[in-house]
């Protein structure tokens, strides 16, 4: 089965353009550079893993194009959207409609049930109740989690746990998937899964970009930006 087909038209995935990315934070201990002048591109559909240490940029680059946070200077385009320039109205509705994001600790909400995590982003979006419940249902089917609808992030394993977190990531269909250390807290069966998972959607038609720490996790995707002190110095595929 599709895991990303809705009811609605399936949303073909987003061209990824940076140009001159730079983000600067001030600290108490002076200026950090997070990011230096990089520019990237990212194909419509592309799996792409951006590999590297700690502290060397992937995370504030996925935070950059998902629009949590706005760069110092340069440029950001999705699609047809300049999103470093929005307002924060339209960033909001950005982040809602046209980026799914999975994050490393999972991002439940821990009173919810897996159902009710699903359904949450949906409301907000302004669907009825029956297409809130039959987009989840779906989702959490195509990822072998049916019968673990009704239960607690407290009652799923981890892999589990990551295989709602990416249906929450889609719940909202959209072109463009980032994920920052998906795997970082799973055993190797659960990161074969998730890792399957991730390249599976860029085969159904997203975006995927996936920052990771992890050489075996990179070797899935068609291609690998390696990143060191805010730079990307090289692309593989």
């Known amino acids: ?72 200077t340069g440029a950001i385009r999705v699609g047809d959207i300049d999103i470093a320039t929005l307002r924060e109205r339209d960033l909001e509705r950005y982040r809602l409609l046209q980026v799914g994001y999975v994050f490393q600790f999972f991002n439940l909400v821990p009173s919810l049930t897996a159902l009710q995590n699903l359904e949450l982003p949906m409301v907000i979006a302004g669907l009825g109740a029956r297409a809130r419940a039959d987009r989840a249902a779906m989702l959490l089917e195509t990822v072998g989690l049916h019968a673990k609808a009704h239960k607690r992030p407290e009652e799923l394993s981890g892999g ?23 795997t970082g807290n799973l055993d190797s069966a659960n990161i074969g899964v998730i890792t399957s998972l991730l390249t599976r959607l860029a085969g159904e038609g997203k ?25 990307i110095l090289e692309g593989m595929g």
């Not at 992937?58 to 950059?64: D, G, M, R, V, Y």
């Not at 589990?160 to 998906?182: G, S, T, Y």
């Not at 996936?210 to 690998?224: I, L, M, W």
């Open 1 to 72: 089965m599709n895991i990303v087909a809705s009811q609605a038209a399936q949303e073909a995935g987003s061209s990824v353009e940076v140009e001159g990315l730079t983000k600067r934070y001030r600290t108490a201990a002076g200026e950090v550079i997070a990011l230096d002048a990089v520019s990237a591109q990212f194909r419509p559909g592309e799996a792409a893993a951006l590999m590297g240490p700690s502290g060397c940029g992937k995370t504030s680059l996925l935070n950059l194009i998902g629009g949590m946070d706005r760069p110092t």
């Open 207 to 231: 975006t995927v970009i996936v920052a990771t720490h992890d050489p075996k996790v990179a070797e899935a995707f068609s291609h690998t930006y390696f990143m060191r002190d805010g730079h």
């Open 160 to 182: 589990e746990q990551q295989r709602v977190a990416i249906c929450l990531a889609l719940v909202n269909d959209p072109p463009l998937i980032l994920a920052d250390e998906p």
